[in-house]
């Protein structure tokens, strides 16, 4: 705003006026402060925003990459074990037994180990206090052993899901063959016939997606 006060031919001489003034009243001031104010509060909670959907978006993006993965890796290694047996003492046992909480067949090498050969595989949930995690164990397969070797002995472990709530398997198919087929909490390895499906029920923590049921299919094909 701009004040300017001319001196008129009969006014008074010049010592009696106030020279030409500019700028701007207290008034204007304050209100471009009040403005400037609300502008830098919008653009700190836009930008505030912004940075959390930018955080939120890669941790939904890296458990989507997650749940790939170990559904990759799952369905790859089930599709792979074999229907073999042990005989002892006229016992026959398949070299397979479920759990609620653990499995253990016979594959091949995993990919990334990089030798070849036969591998005992252990998918096992491993729980503490307050959380559980999906944990996969494998070692190299001794045919001089009838059955699977103990739990002590050496062996590789990879860590494929943590903080879980809770995780569990069941089993679909016949353990006698001439029954009908259905879902079973454990199958024990001298059921005539391996199953036919797995299924992995992983429950998530308040601060992660829901996993979806895991089924994986089994190509064994064999009764005793």
């Known amino acids: 705003m701009i004040a300017c006060v001319t001196q008129p031919r009969h006014a008074a001489p010049p ?20 403005i400037l104010s609300l502008i830098m509060t919008t653009a700190f909670g836009a930008l505030r925003m912004g940075e959390r959907s ?23 290694q089930f599709k792979q074990i ?9 016992q026959i046992t398949i070299a397979f037994s479920g759990a609620r909480e653990q499995l253990r067949f016979i594959a091949p090498a995993p990919l990334h180990h990089g030798s070849t050969g036969l591998f005992e595989y252990s998918l096992v949930v491993e729980a503490d206090a307050d959380t559980s995690r999906l944990v996969l164990y494998y070692r190299l397969h001794d045919p001089d052993i009838s059955g699977f070797q103990p739990d002590n002995s050496d062996k590789q472990r990879v860590l494929l899901v943590d ?10 198919g016949s353990p006698v063959a001439e029954d009908p087929p259905q879902w079973h909490s454990h199958w024990n390895s001298d059921a005539e016939t ?14 992660q997606r829901p996993w979806p049921e895991l089924v994986l299919a089994l190509h064994t094909g064999l009764a005793k």
């Open 15 to 34: 010592h009696a006026t106030r020279p030409c003034e500019a700028g701007f009243t207290l008034l204007e001031v304050l209100v471009a402060m009040v």
């Open 54 to 76: 930018w955080e939120a978006g890669l941790a939904r993006a890296g458990e989507t990459e997650t749940l790939r993965t170990v559904s990759r890796v799952l369905q790859h």
């Open 82 to 90: 074999l229907p073999l047996f042990w005989i002892e003492d006229a």
């Open 163 to 172: 903080a879980l709530n809770t995780a569990s398997f069941d089993y679909y």
């Open 194 to 207: 391996y199953p036919q499906l797995v299924r992995a029920r992983l429950v998530a923590n308040d601060a």
